[in-house]
């Protein structure tokens, strides 16, 4: 998430100031200032979430494989009960059909996409975690986890882009994608890197 934050200024204030209406409370007295989240509002956030599920659309891909229980056809191919076959989640995450809206194609990182969709929306169209019986039944630590994480680092410290680098370390004219030599095996790790100027915020915000 903070690979797309820190190339984008504006998205990056306005998930700051979103994250700040669910602190609760700070540091002790004498303790450096930490803010304290009510996790609950926290994990509701409308752009916030929203961000946390196109960075998962965007760079998680996995294989789930299935036992065919009946024979169905699919596309014009009559895939017979008994088989298994591989459902690769980039083609669900991609599908242009479904995801192209406003404007946003698939392969575009879009923040915004999730407001206003539900899980009953997304059925069968977003598989992170998987599905069914077999699904991550980490995934509500995972997201807890991760969105706490990218909380604090919004609300103490400011963000500044220098640039982009190769794996290598060596300079590149272009942002980093996701790395689709990973694809299939969970999350996908960025083809680069950025260069980030990181300072402790001057401003008490909390």
Known sequence: MLIELVQRPTLLEAVRQE?????TSTSAPGEPAAPQF???KLTALPLFSSLWLETLRFYVSSVPFRKLLSTLEVGGYQLEAGKT???PTTLAH??????????????????ERFIGKDDKELAGHFLPFGGGSTICPGRFFARQ??????????????FELVGFVEKTGEQRYGKPEPDVKGAGGGAMQADGDCLVRMRRRREKSF
């Open 145 to 158: 986890e991760v969105l706490l994480a990218v909380a604090m680092m919004v609300t103490r410290f400011e």
């Open 94 to 111: 991609n599908e242009a059909s479904f995801w192209t809206q406003s404007g946003h194609s698939p392969d575009e990182f879009w923040p």
């Open 19 to 23: 994250v700040l209406t669910t602190v």
């Open 85 to 87: 076959i591989l459902a």
């Open 38 to 40: 009510d996790l609950s």
